[in-house]
């Protein structure tokens, strides 16, 4: 991994850091927010791993991660940080980073009929704000 | 003889491994002894009690106190034992801790046996003690410094302001130390200069100061409250009494030298006063760079000087000086450059050290204090900082943490970002120690409003590049392997001893440990205080730390000193040795076997004499003694031997 | 992002607005004792459905709606309210998605100085949108300028467990009790929406919250303290395929079975849901489901409400069984 000012601290950092209202900086990589994390099981990055990333300016690299998708927003993280870093919003500035674009990372038309079905609507539009 | 033992529990610390009262039953059927006792904590308020209880009930003429080392508690029981009138010197510690307990844990019937047989010979040796009285000496209240660092600096302060006189004596041509060297400090970036030069020229004008630069300590005789000192002060080969300090020699001299105080960055006069600041501000020939001394040629500091005060003849001069006590505060040097090849540390021009840095970024430093790099001045673009070269690295520096560099480095990244705003700091770290006040958030800070980038890993090489210098670290946050084209790479090199630590500690006949430093008497309870009485520690000459600890330990160092002073005379411990002067023959072998200069030979009477005061009771004398004409008081040969029958028998 | 598919036209469909007739329906279905000694200090608030109360969790607002008939208060349906959003944005450059709850706030205001809401996300989204109204001055301004109001943030938007606590108190609730639940042994839920951020809407201690537990308790249940209470049930990830969220929310069941939970309660509808369809595989390993209902339910069912207003429906552990093997429900009620 190659590093450079311009990586470090450069364009997307700073448009990552206005999406987000967060300063990643603050993050030491403590780890407490991975340790609480209910997702992390089928994560492919510990949620402090995704923020290790934007600090080192790797955002693509980030936003590839499931980690982004699996972030339910809950909120633990964030609660017990001790940086007041709020990862559920880097979460989802990275995520935003594609979707504003136009990309979808779930398909509405895909959803299974017992989803439509059985999941309250609740899901639905938090599920379609989040994933489209 | 009546006797009596105290056995300690010390709480678990024998109790739990020593069968105690087995070793009371035993004992007091011991030969002498008037009463065996055991208690949990005789150290304790009650424990002391009780022993003076029993001395007096039982009307004992000795105690044997069977606990932890005498180094811990024995003047604690000696004073317990005088106040109940046994006199002190006839009180024995068996150390059944130290020497016992702790060593056999896993052998509690061994260790019983053990301590019932160091309780039995220390029985023995009270048995032969004599009823001595300690020994008394004067004391001169004049202290000497060693090191003009801010240790040394406010150690003389202090001292001086309390009212007693201060030799300082210090290495380089002026003083200030390392402080001097510095930009701004951490954690409150104010600069260095600043808070230091109303402590140099307090210390340059104190009238009880007698400040001696370009000097150092050729060889001390003497005790506590009685050293005397021989220093010699080195050729400056110019009279400062007529100096001016006007400088006009330094600008008119043809020949160049690498200037020390900027660590090698520029060049400076032969004849030269290193920094604005100075105190003194009096300039020294280089004599290897020198002209005159060089090539016999040139002469044009002579010629220029208006008063006359440039004396190529001028010799070191070597005088002596009283005093009854010395603080030891020779500070730091850093880890040689030689030692670092895979950072190219030493052979690449723009890898410097943390000292170099500072002179880069100092205002009267060879860069006018903007940051440009040594090679071709260029302002650095990207910067990475390496911390722990040689420090924590047990196999090629030191295992210790050297203490002081993370703060550093976080300062260092934080001042070249106020410099160069568009420029990218980055720091290698294995651990960020920031213990301190206002320390941690300091370093957060750095990260969190100035953009330093901190990558948790070391750094595996650094090379040469075209412009650029190639560092191969790693950032195990994100298990990646990083490199960065760097403009400029800054180490945070280990702090090792000043050189000549090692030696000076040989003159002062006190230890240092295994890397250099000087060892203190306790690490928690004596910190300030070295093992040889009179002789204390200030600053980084006992180990790496920043300023404000070096202040604080340098102000504890002058307390000490003046506690000392405080007294009229000092006690000193009889147990020494005493010659039978009918047994003498004069043969002299006991004047080499002693190390503390206590033994000399009285030539008119031919016989050997013992000098009470510097005795420390070692017995090296009494052993070498051929004829048994030296003893040693309360360790006589009977007592040693009836001791290991104790033991053995 | 932004966008109300077409695919969730169906669930619209469900919204009306409770007219009089409605309302004096629900409070009919009081037995006549109901809320005795309450009614003469009748409250009444503006109140905030949601979607999904109008659709997938009808018993949820059936049930409080008698319960708070019973207990002497008036929830007043907003007369003109949207969707809140269902999660609340988390992006610090788009104040575009509080549009929908600030509106809903704004004709709240005009209607009276508190706001009730049922749904946890509800609450959550409405109290944070409201925090921002009251505290951002530069969103604020954006929002007002987008739905022409001029509100600022000076309405209480409150939880309906909060009216219980507060307006009627637990003790005054323990005293209208009129089928005591025998020591039915309920473990309270929490998830996040009601906790968490803490400083905004200082609910509860969301570390150790305990007003689920005071609730149970007045209800004559015993709260199960279980470790999990307060994790994350993996909420609209269950929309992802593959299950994911089923992880997450098995943990929060076994953390309340093992500790002897007969039931679990809670506020929010996506809860409910994950927290019960994680157990449709599990069954057949733990042998035992535990049933997942809203507190209102057992609050109807403990004051002694009409099985009508109950409203289970679509359970993968029907908790049906466990209501009738304690009386608590008679042999025809619909589960």
Redesign the interface.
């Known amino acids: 991994?190659?590093?450079?000012?311009d990586v470090?601290?450069g364009e997307n950092r700073r448009k990552l850091r206005?999406?987000?209202?967060?300063?990643v900086?603050?993050c030491?990589?403590c780890g407490k927010c991975s340790a609480g994390c209910?997702?992390t099981?089928?994560m492919d990055l510990l949620p402090?791993?995704v923020i290790?990333?934007v600090?080192?300016g790797?955002i693509e690299e980030a936003a590839a991660s499931r980690t982004i998708?699996?972030c339910?927003?809950?909120?633990?993280c964030?609660?017990r940080c001790p940086?007041g870093v709020?990862l559920?919003?880097v979460?989802?500035?990275l995520r935003?980073t594609l979707?504003?674009p136009g990309e979808r990372h779930?398909d509405?038309?895909g959803?299974?009929a017992e989803?439509?079905e059985?999941?309250?609507?609740?899901?639905?539009?938090?599920?379609?704000?989040?994933?489209? | 003889m009546r006797t009596g033992v105290f056995v300690c529990w010390c709480g678990l610390n024998i109790g739990g491994v020593v069968d105690v009262p087995r070793v009371v039953e035993e004992i007091s059927h011991y030969p002498g002894v008037a009463r065996a006792v055991d208690y949990r904590y005789m150290c304790s308020d009650p424990g002391q009690q009780l022993i003076k209880d029993v001395i007096r009930e039982e009307r004992l003429d000795s105690v044997v106190i069977a606990a932890c080392s005498p180094g811990m508690h024995e003047a604690t029981f000696q004073s317990v034992a005088a106040s109940a009138g046994v006199n002190p010197y006839r009180c024995e510690i068996a150390n059944i801790r130290e020497q016992c307990s702790w060593p056999h844990q896993n052998e509690p019937g061994e260790a019983t046996r053990k301590a019932i047989e160091l309780i039995q010979a220390a029985i023995e040796k009270v048995r032969g003690d004599e009823a001595l009285s300690a020994l008394s000496i004067p004391v001169t209240r004049r202290a000497l410094i060693i090191g003009a660092g801010i240790a040394g600096m406010q150690a003389a302060l202090d001292i001086a302001e309390a009212g007693h006189e201060v030799v300082l004596v210090e290495r380089l041509p002026h003083i200030g130390g390392h402080m001097a060297q510095l930009s701004e400090t951490f954690p409150t970036l104010d600069c260095s200069q600043c808070i230091l030069t109303p402590k140099t020229s307090e210390v340059g004008r104190h009238p009880r100061i007698k400040l001696l630069t370009n000097s150092e300590v050729e060889s001390i005789s003497g005790y506590v409250g009685n050293f005397t000192v021989r220093i010699r002060r080195k050729a400056t080969y110019v009279n400062w009494d007529l100096c001016t300090g006007c400088g006009l020699c330094t600008e008119k001299c043809p020949s160049r030298a690498s200037s020390t105080f900027e660590r090698g960055l520029v060049k400076e006069p032969a004849i030269s006063i290193a920094f604005p600041q100075a105190v003194p501000h009096k300039p020294v020939i280089s004599a290897e760079a020198c002209g005159h001394f060089t090539k016999g040629k040139c002469g044009v500091c002579e010629k220029v000087c208006p008063v006359g005060a440039i004396d190529y003849q001028q010799q070191d001069a070597l005088f002596e000086e009283k005093v009854g006590a010395i603080v030891v505060a020779t500070g730091y040097d850093l880890h040689p450059k030689a030692k670092v090849g895979e950072y190219g540390y030493g052979v690449y021009p723009d890898v410097i050290d943390g000292l170099e840095f500072e002179r880069l970024n100092s205002a009267s430093g060879p860069t006018q204090g903007q940051i440009r790099r040594p090679s071709d001045g260029k302002v650095p673009k990207e910067v990475v900082f390496i911390q722990c070269v040689g420090s924590r690295d047990q196999e090629n520096g030191y295992p210790y943490c050297s203490k002081i560099c993370c703060m550093y480095t976080a300062k260092h990244a934080r001042l070249y970002k106020h410099k160069v705003s568009d420029g990218q700091p980055y720091v290698f770290y294995m651990d960020i120690r920031a213990g301190g006040k206002g320390y941690e958030e300091f370093v957060q800070h750095a990260t969190e409003e100035e953009g330093v980038l901190y990558l948790r890993g070391r750094v595996a090489r650094v090379f040469q590049d075209g412009d650029a210098l190639v560092v191969f670290g790693v950032d195990t946050l994100s298990g990646k392997k990083v490199e960065i084209r760097a403009d400029m790479v800054v180490l945070a090199t280990a702090i090792v001893p000043a050189s000549g630590a090692k030696e000076l500690a040989r003159v002062l006949k006190t230890a240092t440990d295994q890397y250099g430093f000087f060892s203190e008497a306790h690490p928690k309870l004596r910190p300030v205080e070295s093992l040889t009485r009179g002789i204390y520690i200030a600053g980084c000459a006992q180990a790496p730390k920043d300023i404000p600890d070096t202040v604080t330990q340098a102000g504890s160092a002058a307390a000490k000193v003046l506690a000392l002073f405080s007294a009229e005379r000092l006690s000193h411990s009889p147990a020494v040795a005493a010659v039978d002067e009918e047994l003498c023959s004069g043969c002299g072998v006991c004047v080499e076997a002693c190390a503390y200069d206590a033994r000399t030979l009285d030539t008119r009477r031919r016989v050997a004499v013992v000098n009470d005061v510097l005795c420390e009771g070692c017995g090296a004398c009494a052993v070498a003694c051929p004829n048994g004409a030296t003893r040693q008081k309360n360790a006589s040969r009977s007592q040693v031997f009836s001791m290991i029958d104790a033991v053995v028998g | 992002m932004n966008s109300c598919p077409e695919l969730l036209r169906p669930c619209w469909q469900g919204f009306f607005r409770a007219d009089e007739d409605e309302w004096r329906g629900v409070t009919a279905s009081l037995p006549p004792d109901g809320g005795q000694g309450l009614r003469e200090r009748r409250m009444r608030y503006p109140y905030f459905p949601g979607c999904t109360l109008r659709a997938k969790a009808r018993g949820f607002e059936s049930s409080a709606l008698a319960s708070a008939g019973a207990l002497g208060v008036q929830l007043d349906e907003l007369p003109n309210w949207q969707c809140c959003g269902a999660t609340f944005p988390l992006q610090a450059d788009n104040s575009f998605s509080l549009v929908s709850p600030a509106r809903t706030l704004a004709s709240a205001r005009k209607m009276g100085e508190r706001l009730v809401t049922l749904c946890s996300a509800c609450y959550n989204v409405l109290k944070r949108t409201n925090h921002v109204m009251r505290t951002d001055a530069d969103r604020r301004d954006k929002v007002n300028a987008f739905i022409e109001e001029d509100y600022r943030g000076d309405l209480e938007v409150v939880h309906f467990l909060e009216v219980l606590r507060d307006d009627i108190g637990f003790d005054a609730l323990a005293r209208s009790v009129k089928v005591p639940l025998g020591g039915l042994a309920a473990a309270p839920y929490y998830g996040c929406l009601l906790l968490r951020p803490a400083d905004e809407l200082a609910f509860d201690d969301p570390e150790a919250p305990h007003i689920l537990e005071d609730f149970l308790s007045a209800l004559g249940c015993r709260a199960v303290d279980h470790p999990y209470k307060i994790e994350c049930c993996g909420s609209y990830v269950a929309l992802e395929p593959g299950d994911l969220a089923s992880g997450p929310s098995r943990m929060v069941v076994e953390s309340a079975r093992t500790r002897g939970a007969q039931v679990i309660i809670t506020s929010c509808p996506l809860c409910q849901y994950n927290l019960d369809i994680s157990q449709q595989g599990a069954r057949g390993h733990s042998g035992v489901g535990v049933p997942v209902v809203y507190f209102t339910q057992l609050l109807a069912i403990a004051l002694g409400l009409s099985e009508d207003v109950l409203g289970f429906e679509g359970h993968v552990i029907s908790p049906g069984p466990l209501l009738r093997s304690i009386g608590a429900m008679g042999s025809e009620a619909t589960a």
Do not use: F
């Open positions: 991994m190659r590093l450079t000012r470090v601290s206005d999406i987000s209202g967060e300063e900086a603050s030491y990589q209910a997702m099981g089928m402090h791993q290790r990333l600090q080192l790797h998708w699996l339910a927003s809950c909120l633990a964030s609660a940086r709020s559920p919003n979460m989802e500035s935003v979707l504003r779930l509405p038309a959803l299974p989803v439509l059985n999941a309250p609507e609740q899901a639905l539009v938090a599920g379609l704000r989040k994933y489209t």
